[in-house]
């Protein structure tokens, strides 16, 4: 069983810094210039978290699994300010616990979760390179809404 906790002040200060950081490093890998990737992280974060502190509508939280944190789930209001919607910012399960079946668990938490914010839909976006996260989605009944794609010359 899955519990969702928001994060504290405190949780949330120690956990921009690396979240931020791998999310560059995630655009990086899928193509996109480091020194954009760079702007446009700092950019949506000072949107998402002015000051460190989430925005109305951020939501994020630990992942808890028999009383452990065993990952971090943020929903947020997406872009555009859908309120029907409910947007997966970013999961993440601890790399020790992967293969437990707990990202499928938290991911229809999220669903849960979203449903009793009142959402009638719950949206993600993926980098095409995650196979896994990709495959994963797929079986929940996700669909794709667009693809971008990018070639290096």
Not at 9 to 30: F, H, K, N, S, V
Not at 96 to 112: D, F, H, I, S
């Amino acid at each position: 069983m899955i519990e969702l906790v928001e994060k504290t002040t405190e949780e949330i200060t120690a956990w921009i810094p690396p979240m931020l950081a791998g999310y560059i490093d995630e655009r990086t890998a899928a193509g996109e210039p480091r020194e954009l990737a760079e702007a446009q992280g700092a950019s949506q974060m000072e949107q998402l978290f002015p000051g460190g502190v989430p925005a109305e509508g951020q939501h994020p939280m630990n992942v808890v699994a028999d009383g452990e944190v065993v990952g971090t789930l943020w929903m947020g209001r997406p872009f555009g300010g859908a309120t029907d919607t409910w947007f997966v910012f970013y999961v993440e399960v601890d790399p020790a616990r992967r293969g437990e079946g707990l990202g499928r668990a938290t991911m229809q938490a999220a669903e849960a979760w979203s449903r009793e914010h009142g959402a009638t839909k719950i949206g993600l976006n993926v980098f095409g390179h995650n196979a896994v996260a990709r495959a994963l989605y797929d079986s929940l009944g996700y669909r794709v809404l667009a693809t971008n794609m990018l070639k290096d010359l």
